[in-house]
């Protein structure tokens, strides 16, 4: 079935070492987000990529970096966790920019 | 700049009664999608609203687009435990701009 894979599921890393989180998919997408969602609170767009022209959120702390090598895959990395970065990261996938939204099934981020 | 607000933010009812979840925004745009959440789960889509006055209803959820009004409701008949979650609303032309959510627990 096509679809948003996420990996890992679950990752704990320690304050100050980097991290990256990876989403892949087989719907061949144009777009892909990443959304950071903190516990109790609605899910919040980091960027996003159109096919490789990157968008930042205006707001997004310069320690979130996001690689995209090709349509399929896109990458999350944080430079310097701190423990305001635990989370849930979602990735999601569009076909255009008003299209249906498949989401991933999440990686859930611990900072020990 | 796109704002999504929800109401109410928690809401506590019992099994077999009617309620409704309120969604409001401020720009137009045309989609509106509404999404379930469990606890540490991802969002699994419910329903996408195309434009005004879409209603689409799925088992005991409801959800209604009213463009002019600038809200999107979501209606529950006759709840059951099962539906206990929180639900987001969502909106945006370019991305995807969520409301606070609303924290659904049904009692039995």
């Known amino acids: 079935d096509a679809m948003v894979i996420q990996n890992p599921r679950y990752q704990v890393t320690q304050f100050g070492k980097p991290v990256t989180l990876s989403c892949s998919q087989t719907?061949?997408?144009?777009?892909m987000y990443w959304y950071q969602q903190k516990s109790s609170q609605a899910p919040k767009l980091l960027f996003h990529?159109?096919?490789?022209?990157?968008?930042n959120e205006a707001d997004t702390p310069d320690n979130f970096q996001s690689r995209r090598p090709n349509t399929s895959f896109c990458f999350l990395d944080i430079r310097s966790p701190g423990l305001g970065d635990a989370a849930m990261y979602l990735c999601?996938?569009?076909?255009?920019?008003?299209?249906?939204?498949?989401f991933g099934s999440g990686t859930r981020l611990t900072v020990v | 700049e796109l704002k999504v607000e929800q109401n109410p933010l928690f809401l506590s009812m019992q099994e077999g009664k009617n309620y409704t979840i309120y969604c409001n925004y401020s720009?137009?745009?045309?989609?509106l999608y509404w999404y379930r959440q469990d606890p540490g789960k991802s969002l699994e889509s419910l329903f996408v609203?195309?434009?005004?006055?879409a209603v689409k209803q799925e088992g005991r959820l409801m959800a209604s687009l009213d463009t002019k009004a600038r809200l999107s409701t979501l209606h529950i008949t006759a709840a059951v435990h099962d539906l206990s979650a929180t639900y987001f609303c969502?909106?945006?032309?370019?991305?995807?701009?969520f409301g606070q959510g609303t924290r659904l627990t049904i009692n039995p």
């Open positions: 719907l061949n997408h144009n777009v």
């Open positions: 999601a996938t569009s076909r255009a920019r008003t299209d249906i939204y498949t």
């Open positions: 969502g909106k945006g032309a370019q991305k995807l701009v």
């Open positions: 720009t137009t745009s045309d989609r």
């Open positions: 609203l195309l434009s005004n006055g």
């Open positions: 990529y159109y096919d490789k022209d990157f968008n």
